[in-house]
């Protein structure tokens, strides 16, 4: 699959993908005789994984950190279950900090709504 399709089918840009395979979060990708880029079913997979972490909030240093150990082999398995242990409590931290703000929204626009209904 060529770069430009592998943008549409992620909702990335193309230059977003070149820094992720610069940052070696991805590949490197195989490049055709003509220089194009050809992305296989494994940088699929990993552009997915990436992808959602970065939407969490996950570090592009922790991923890249990971991505390094995964290359390694096998013998990374605990420092990389570490890693994930580690990005997982910071992520239900923002998710506990978002919950509260969540909850202080519906607070206040129920006190709102009351004011309005009491309005009329």
């Given at each position: 699959m060529q770069i430009s399709e592998v943008a549409n089918q992620y909702g990335l840009t193309v230059d977003t993908l070149r820094y992720y395979?610069?940052?070696?979060?991805?590949?490197?990708?195989k490049k055709e005789k003509n220089g194009i880029r050809n992305y296989d079913e494994?940088?699929?997979?990993?552009i997915?994984?990436?992808k959602c972490m970065r939407s969490a909030g996950v570090e592009v240093s922790f991923l890249k950190?990971?991505?390094?150990?995964y290359d390694e082999g096998e013998h990374t398995l605990e420092e990389r279950k570490n890693i994930l242990i580690e990005q997982r409590k910071i992520?239900?931290?923002k998710i506990?900090?978002?919950?509260?703000?969540?909850?202080?929204l519906n607070y206040k626009i129920d006190?709102?709504?009351g004011q309005l209904q009491e309005k009329k």
């Open positions: 395979e610069k940052e070696s979060l991805i590949g490197p990708i494994n940088d699929l997979k990993r997915e994984f990436v950190q990971y991505m390094k150990l992520l239900k931290a506990d900090k978002m919950q509260e703000a969540y909850q202080k006190l709102y709504r």
